[in-house]
T-cell receptor
Framework: QQQVKQSPQSLIVQKGGISIINCAYENTAFDYFPWYQQFPGKGPALLIAIRPDVSEKKEGRFTISFNKSAKQFSLHIMDSQPGDSATYFC???????????FGTGTSLTVIP | ETGVTQSPTHLIKTRGQQVTLRCSSQ?????VSWYQQALGQGPQFIFQ???????GRGNFPPRFSGLQFPNYSSELNVNALELDDSALYLC??????????FGPGTRLTVT
């Protein structure tokens, strides 16, 4: 049973465009929602995270939108660059340091 | 401040053998979690160690076991290896309930 559902599986965006990745969850006990970026052969790197007491968090070109009532959250990458080409994972946990439930990943390709 | 390190980088084992993977947590971190990432999938939680005690376990059989040492480094041991154990094994460290940071992983191939 997939605790966190992620879409799309793959995404192709032109340089300068907006990349949007969506995740949905069922467990209302989740209270920490990080996004990780993973390059081939590397471990996931923490990109940005949000808690359910806010609806949006922005760090540079990366924004998380959170909809608690719909149990959905999304990652927006503004002004997408070829260097952003990677696999992105959403995750959820009950408390920051506890086990993460990861989505299945989105492979992003930014075309120059 | 050093990040999370894992060894070895790559490993090839035969079905039925045993393997030990190692993780050094980031400086100041006291919690280590292990994840298995199959090709094209998201990481799956194996277990977590906090102050040398197991602090949660995912849906993995007992042949997956671990240890955490007083310096907070950790080992993952897998006995009776199966072909499906081929994956990237990731270690993540954190300080109690703060953000988790992942190491580069160990690529295990079982033939």
């Amino acid at each position: 049973q997939q605790q966190v559902k992620q879409s799309p599986q793959s995404l192709i965006v032109q340089k300068g465009g907006i990349s949007i990745i969506n995740c949905a969850y069922e467990n209302t006990a989740f209270d920490y929602f990080p996004w990780y970026q993973q390059f081939p052969g590397k471990g996931p790197a923490l990109l940005i995270a949000i808690r359910p007491d806010v609806s949006e968090k922005k760090e540079g070109r990366f924004t998380i939108s959170f909809n608690k009532s719909a149990k959905q959250f999304s990652l927006h990458i503004m002004d997408s660059q070829p260097g952003d080409s990677a696999t992105y994972f959403c995750a959820a946990s009950v408390n920051t340091g506890n086990q993460f439930y990861f989505g299945t990943g989105t492979s992003l390709t930014v075309i120059p | 401040e050093t990040g999370v390190t894992q060894s070895p980088t790559h490993l090839i084992k035969t079905r039925g053998q045993q393997v030990t993977l190692r993780c050094s947590s980031q400086s100041g971190h006291n919690t280590v979690s292990w994840y298995q990432q199959a090709l094209g999938q998201g990481p799956q939680f194996i277990f977590q160690y906090y102050r040398e005690e197991e602090n949660g376990r995912g849906n993995f059989p007992p042949r997956f076991s671990g240890l955490q040492f007083p310096n907070y480094s950790s080992e993952l041991n897998v006995n009776a290896l199966e072909l499906d154990d081929s994956a990237l094994y990731l270690c993540a460290s954190s300080f109690s309930n703060y953000e988790q940071y992942f190491g580069p992983g160990t690529r295990l191939t079982v033939t």
